[in-house]
């Protein structure tokens, strides 16, 4: 009788650990994610205040760690939980929401092929009204900063879109020292200076257009953007069929598992 429990259906050890494996780190470093989020959001208030979440006509960076680690989390406790506890239930959860996950990348990738034009209006309407919020946020303005520079770019789509900002306008009714200028990450680099000059940008649009590009990067980010998209194309498609790659193959493993263990529970 106990020779013919299983009727030579087994649990595949391999599979079964290598999940575990693979999604404990996913767990840990999405409970790592959402811990930073946590302590910028304590850092800044926000949790003394939750009203204030939503106070912020841009985007707080912070909200890019709760949402990628809070996923990261839900997947790698249904994933090493299920997989340790052989637990067909959250092995499926932790499929399907893999697979969903999966179809949103794919249409999103679609959409913004289809509908390009769309997409940089769209872009353009997110930084520019990130630019109206630079110095509401000390992380919003960080990330600006790093992406003018990173990119060598300014506003969206060049330098006047940092009327849009109160503190930057050219308007006569501005009392800001900041007035007519630009952030120091438009600054071109001076590979001499060791200290950044943070007042670089100051009265700069004040200048004729001709002048202003031999202080300034007068490019905007969203051209920027799309030269650098072409520029790595290879990287970019290379990263994203990994991703997928390697979601793919983290379903079949789980369904391979799933399929295993309900052979067991049907030869009992």
Not at 141 to 161: R, S
Not at 200 to 227: H, L, M, T, W
Not at 232 to 252: E, K
Request: hydrophobic share 45%; net charge negative; proline share 2%.
């Amino acid at each position: 009788m106990s020779g013919n429990h299983y009727k030579g259906h087994e649990v595949s050890c391999c599979i079964k650990y290598f999940i575990f494996g693979f999604n404990i780190l996913f767990w840990l470093l999405g409970m790592a994610l959402v811990g930073i989020g946590l302590w910028a959001w304590s850092e800044k208030g926000v949790l003394s205040n939750l009203s204030s979440i939503t106070d912020l006509g841009g985007l707080d960076p912070v909200w890019l760690f709760m949402v990628v680690g809070g996923v990261m989390f839900i997947l790698g406790f249904a994933g090493c939980i299920g997989a340790l506890r052989e637990n067909t239930f959250l092995l499926k959860f932790f499929s399907v929401f893999l697979g969903i996950i999966f179809f949103l990348e794919l249409t999103t990738g679609v959409l913004a092929f289809v509908f390009k034009d769309w997409i940089k209006d769209q872009l353009n309407l997110f930084i520019n009204n990130n630019i109206r919020a630079y110095r509401d946020d000390i992380d919003l303005q960080n990330l600006i900063d790093f992406t003018q520079e990173y990119w060598e770019c300014c506003g969206a789509f060049g330098a006047d879109d940092w009327n849009l900002n109160i503190y930057f306008n050219c308007t006569d009714g501005n009392p800001s020292r900041e007035k007519c200028g630009v952030p120091f990450s438009c600054c071109t680099k001076d590979p001499a200076e060791d200290v950044i000059n943070t007042q670089c940008g100051y009265d700069i649009r004040a200048k004729p257009d001709s002048e202003q590009k031999d202080y300034i990067n007068v490019k905007g980010c969203v051209p920027q953007f799309e030269k650098w998209l072409q520029d790595n194309l290879t990287l970019v498609a290379g990263i994203f069929i990994g991703v997928a790659l390697l979601q793919i193959f983290g379903i079949c493993l789980a369904q391979n598992l799933v399929s295993d263990i309900e052979a067991v529970r049907a030869s009992w």
